[in-house]
């Protein structure tokens, strides 16, 4: 029987984030009944997205208490209705099939949703967010409930876990932000900086190459990350050169002009100059890495005028581009090596330790399996 009835009782066992006490208490519970249209999904993997960490450095403020991990695989336990709710291509969702899903809910009904800004829906509900109401709902737990709405996607068998479960944050916006870009700049032929060699870098510099840039020049002041971007499509890398070199090396790299496309997955005021800095005459800045608070900088309005800039910022993503980033995965896991980044896997009980590792040693990214085995 695939639908879970009002007297179903799930055990549950997850780490639940004291944002008071900064620190994880382990929190066995009953899952409450689910409500209808709503799955009851068993945690596969989670892997730890830069904003889990800043959110337990307390460099971004969070909610009270609550399951932390939004980038995360699982398998349908169930769901609560006569009827089994529908993945985003409209097929029935089956039991233990392995899944994925869109990190934000929008209500589909308010003024942002009706304006391609899901993301920002004047009810949004976020995976891996929200506070603890009687249902875990991030990734950090043995099960996971899937609110009603959300949008859910059946998970290709070729891509293995943790080469998926980003997915559903760094890949979808890479891809979301190429979408944006696509809006005004072509890709094909194009010059690219990229700034930061994280994992939504390492991505980007990837998606640019299959989408034909010819030039994918990634930055990054840690020569590791940098390198490894020459494993994911980068063309060049910039590791430690100053403002002025960088400037004459990308002028020097197309035919004194700069780059078409500057994006920035850093955050920090300084990478965002550079992108500023960077770009042609009629060239594309697209903002994506500056999600916690920094300092100003300075913006000539003339130099934006002149020089015809297209200045975007993008934060999460939609569901079609959730869509896109498991295509571009379901194409080219064997082309990069995505299956690499996973620096060190953790059981759930050693959550702390996966947390300490992930910002003490820095691998791209740290997994963590509720149930044991990968
Ligand atoms: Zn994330
Ligand atoms: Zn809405």
Avoid at 52 to 71: A, I, K, N, Q
Wanted: net charge negative; aromatic share 6%.
């Amino acid at each position: 029987m695939s639908q879970l009835n009002a007297g179903s009782i799930v055990q549950n066992m997850a780490m639940e984030f004291d944002n008071t006490q900064r620190r994880f208490v382990p929190a066995r519970n009953t899952i409450e009944p689910l409500c209808e249209g709503q799955v009851l999904v068993r945690v596969l993997c989670c892997t730890l997205c830069g904003s889990d960490l800043h959110t337990v450095s307390g460099r971004r403020s969070g909610h009270d208490r609550g399951v932390l991990g939004h980038e995360i695989v699982g398998e349908v336990v169930g769901w609560c209705g006569p009827n089994a709710p529908v993945d985003y291509y409209g097929s029935q969702l089956q039991i233990g099939q392995r899944i994925t899903w869109a990190m934000s809910v929008g209500c589909e009904c308010c003024f942002y949703c009706d304006n391609d800004l899901n993301q920002k829906c004047d009810s949004l509900f976020k995976y891996g967010h929200e506070a603890n109401q009687g249902r875990p709902t991030g990734g950090l737990s043995e099960h996971c409930v899937l609110v009603a709405g959300t949008p859910i996607f059946p998970v290709p068998a070729v891509l293995s876990n943790e080469v998926v479960a980003p997915v559903n944050c760094a890949t979808a916006t890479v891809s979301a932000a190429f979408r944006l870009v696509s809006q005004t700049h072509r890709m094909q032929g194009a010059s690219v900086l990229i700034v930061g060699a994280g994992m939504l870098g390492l991505t980007a510099a990837a998606q640019c190459s299959e989408a034909g840039a010819s030039q994918v020049i990634v930055a990054d002041p840690n020569e590791e990350r940098a390198k490894l971007a020459l494993l994911f499509g980068a063309t060049e890398v910039l590791v430690s050169e100053t403002a002025e070199e960088r400037k004459e090396t990308l002028l020097g790299m197309t035919d004194g002009r700069g780059v078409d496309l500057a994006i920035d997955f850093a955050g920090m005021t300084s990478a965002v100059e550079a992108c500023l800095e960077s770009v042609r005459l009629g060239g594309c800045v697209m903002l994506v890495g500056s999600v916690f608070p920094s300092d100003p900088i300075a913006l000539y309005p003339e130099l934006a005028v002149r020089r015809m800039l297209t200045l975007r910022g993008l934060h999460n993503y939609l569901p079609c581009d959730l869509d896109h980033g498991l295509r571009f995965l379901e194409r080219n896991h064997q082309r990069f090596p995505f299956e690499s980044l996973v620096g060190k896997r953790f059981p759930l009980a050693e959550v702390d330790l996966a947390f300490e590792y992930a910002m003490q040693q820095r691998p791209v990214r740290v997994a963590v399996y509720p149930h044991g085995g990968d």
